[in-house]
């Protein structure tokens, strides 16, 4: 295993973990940690992608990314109105 296969399994690790807390109702599809824990696990996922290049899984990451991100913004602009 190399160094940017462990940062991919890093990667994969965050966003199957914020997946099964939202699936146990232990955080809040809206918030800003799910947001923020699904956009890092896709960077990570990309990082290790740029050295074993995958064009199925990049495309699906950088799709997660980028709704990761829009979720992130929104529920920061939320936030910013209570």
């Given amino acids: 295993m ?3 296969d462990a940062i991919g399994i890093l990667g994969v690790s965050f966003v199957l ?3 099964g807390l ?3 109702e232990k955080i809040d ?3 800003m940690l799910y947001s923020a824990m699904n956009l890092c696990g ?3 996922i990309l990082v ?3 050295f074993s ?3 199925a899984s990049f495309i699906i990451e950088i ?3 980028s709704i990761s991100a829009y979720g992130l913004i929104k529920a920061w602009r939320l936030r910013g109105k209570v």
């Fill in 2 to 4: 190399t160094l940017y």
């Fill in 17 to 19: 973990l914020s997946y």
């Fill in 22 to 24: 939202l699936q146990i």
């Fill in 29 to 31: 599809p809206k918030s």
């Fill in 42 to 44: 896709a960077v990570l």
């Fill in 48 to 50: 290790s992608l740029y």
């Fill in 53 to 55: 290049f995958n064009l």
């Fill in 63 to 65: 799709a997660w990314l």
